[in-house]
Nanobody, 127 residues
Framework: EVQLVESGGGLVQAGGSLRLSCAASGFTFDDYAVGWFRQVPGKEHKGVSCISVSDRLTYYSDSVKGRFTISSDNAKNTVYLQMNSLRPEDTGVYYC????????????????????WGQGTQVTVSS
């Protein structure tokens, strides 16, 4: 059974940092791409950052470039999202999702492409 479990969300002041973790199980981790998506009420999941686990190629949305870093620890089957210089507009529920990388367009980092989803973790940035 495929499982993705997020952790690390919380409440932080603007300018602060958080590190999100996505622990994966039930599939061959190296064959997949993993993405982080943010959702706010009434809006679709927005791609924040995605990574191809095998070759560590990455994508970042323009709004987080230079502030967020996505990485993977293949030994732990875990993907991280280090979020620095947080802003109030970064607030939302962050979900990790996985997609078999080979032959896919994982790098577009669109939620509709991703097959497996975690339960989400809330990130709130106060001004």
């Amino acid at each position: 059974e495929v499982q993705l479990v997020e952790s690390g969300g919380g409440l932080v002041q603007a300018g602060g940092s958080l590190r999100l973790s996505c622990a994966a199980s039930g599939f061959t981790f190296d064959d997949y791409a993993v993405g982080w998506f943010r959702q706010v009420p009434g809006k679709e999941h927005k791609g924040v950052s995605c990574i191809s686990v095998s070759d560590r190629l990455t994508y970042y949305s323009d709004s987080v470039k230079g502030r967020f870093t996505i990485s993977s620890d293949n030994a732990k089957n875990t993907v991280y999202l280090q979020m620095n210089s947080l802003r109030p507009e970064d607030t939302g529920v962050y979900y990790c999702a996985a997609l078999r990388a080979y032959g896919s367009s994982w790098y577009i980092c669109r939620s509709a492409l991703y097959d497996y989803w975690g339960q989400g973790t809330q990130v709130t940035v106060s001004s």
